[in-house]
């Protein structure tokens, strides 16, 4: 069973042993991200515009292997391009998962 909280949403867990609820304060969300093509985004946006995009290019070529690039261009991809934002659409294009930018990465520092 999934549910998305709202901002000041209460999230409540009750057992037999105990009952406890949480409010959600409004910075939650500047680090909790949904588990979709769009809160992928948004969190490696958040990630492009805190360390560069030259620092995450070059951390994705250190410890993201094939596999992982694949299964991340590819989850981006199963909705169509157009219901992206401009900003989702910039983040998408700025990671090296695509297999343009690892020719052109290649070329760049000398490869063939």
Do not use: C
């Not at 680090?31 to 769009?38: E, G, L």
């Not at 199963?78 to 990671?95: R, V």
């Amino acid at each position: 069973k999934e549910a998305a909280l709202a901002e000041g949403q209460t999230y409540g867990q009750t057992s037999a042993t105990s009952a406890s609820s949480v409010a959600v304060p409004a910075e939650f969300w500047h680090y909790i991200y949904q588990p979709n093509r769009s809160g992928v985004l948004e969190a490696l946006g958040a990630l492009l515009r805190r360390q560069g995009a030259p620092a995450v290019a070059q951390r994705f070529q250190e410890s993201v292997d094939d596999q992982q690039r694949d299964a991340l261009r590819q989850m981006i991809s199963l909705d169509a391009a157009t219901d992206l934002s401009d900003q989702d659409a910039d983040t998408a294009a700025a990671l090296p998962i695509f297999r343009a930018f690892e020719r052109v990465q290649g070329r760049a520092s000398g490869g063939g």
